[in-house]
Nanobody
Framework: QVQLVESGGGLVQAGGSLRLSCAASGFFRFNVIGWYRQAPGEQRELVATIITSGGTTNYADSVKGRFTISRDNAKNTVYLQMNSLKPEDTGVYYC?????????????WGQGTQVTVSS
């Protein structure tokens, strides 16, 4: 059974920081883990991803220079350090893990954690 458990969301003032964690349980080693977010009335959008082997990262333009994604493979945990937060960063943040098996992509999602940035 694969489970992704997010933590670290909350309410913060603009300019503040939060760190999200995503702990992945199960008997798999994921290829890519990332964070997506969804604001009310908006589509879910990519925030950042990291390749678990090698550590290559990718960021949405809107968060470059402010957010940092990192991983601890031994703990099967991925972090998202969010600095200089803006009200437009508000939303539900979801952890996503991708497992590639013989050319097929399998996506797994966490339950989401709320991030609210007040102005």
């Amino acid at each position: 059974q694969v489970q992704l458990v997010e933590s670290g969301g909350g309410l913060v003032q603009a300019g503040g920081s939060l760190r999200l964690s995503c702990a992945a349980s199960g008997f798999f080693r994921f290829n890519v883990i990332g964070w997506y977010r969804q604001a009310p009335g908006e589509q879910r959008e990519l925030v950042a991803t990291i390749i678990t082997s090698g550590g290559t990262t990718n960021y949405a333009d809107s968060v470059k220079g402010r957010f940092t994604i990192s991983r601890d493979n031994a703990k099967n945990t991925v972090y998202l350090q969010m600095n200089s937060l803006k009200p437009e960063d508000t939303g539900v943040y979801y952890c996503n893990a991708v497992l590639l098996i013989m050319g097929s992509r399998h996506d797994y999602w966490g339950q989401g954690t709320q991030v609210t940035v007040s102005s």
